[in-house]
């Protein structure tokens, strides 16, 4: 099992629609947790930090289940500029290392 | 700029041939990562430094890769006698510790033909 697993995807998504993925992790120690986007060929950038308590940035609200060991994103009112690969990290205190899930396709469509 | 710089940012080389990838993180930062990352994947760790110390070099694939960074700020990773499986991004990216948040640089693109 790979310690942070997400579902490749692809999403299509009609344009105006809420989408929502999760993300899975196995090490319970697990201290840190973010979202980033990735589009073509371009670096992954910071999209948000996964807080205890979950976080809201205008359209998009992530959520830390720390009993089932899984994040989320929700992505409300999607729109075409939305269409990219969302990649969930995973950092533990006892270590330094960063772990990067293989990331979800999102297509957003007229 | 203020960002994570990468150089160069395309590399073609020859079978065999040593290449030296170059990061300058943004100032400050404390830990740097090297990831290479596969089209379709997410990025795979390579190496950590924490200032200067190269804390894990798990990820590197063979004795052929090293990193190095000296002074605790720019770093260099170096891949000897190139294959044609090196052929891949090479990404860094630099976090102010151990475990926030991290930033890229935008890849070298390395070609081994």
């Known amino acids: 099992r790979k310690e942070v697993e997400q579902d490749p995807g692809p999403f299509n998504v009609p344009e105006g629609a809420t989408v929502a993925f999760n993300c899975t992790y196995s090490n319970s120690a697990s201290q840190s947790f973010f979202w980033y986007r990735q589009d073509c060929r371009k670096e992954p950038k910071l999209l948000m930090s996964v807080y205890s308590s979950g976080n809201e940035d205008g359209r998009f609200t992530a959520q830390l289940n720390r009993a089932s060991q899984y994040i989320s994103l929700l992505i409300r009112d999607s729109k075409l500029s939305d269409s990219a690969t969302y990649l969930c990290v995973v950092g533990s205190y006892s270590n330094y290392q960063l772990i990067w899930g293989a990331g979800t396709k999102l297509i957003i469509k007229p | 700029g203020a960002g994570v710089s990468q150089s160069p940012r395309y590399k073609v080389t020859k079978r065999g041939q040593d290449v030296a990838l170059r990061c300058d993180p943004i100032?400050?930062?404390?830990?740097l990562y090297w990831y290479r990352q596969a089209l379709g994947q997410g990025p795979e760790f390579l190496t950590y430094f924490n200032y200067e110390a190269q804390q894990d070099k798990s990820g590197l694939p063979n004795d052929r890769f090293s990193a190095e960074r000296p002074e605790g700020s720019i770093s260099t990773l170096t891949i000897q006698r190139t294959e044609q499986r090196d052929s891949a991004m090479y990404r860094c990216?630099?976090?102010?510790?151990?475990?926030?948040?991290?930033?890229f640089g935008q890849g070298t693109r390395l070609t081994v033909v």
């Open positions: 100032s400050g930062h404390v830990s």
């Open positions: 990216a630099s976090s102010p510790q151990a475990n926030t948040e991290a930033f």
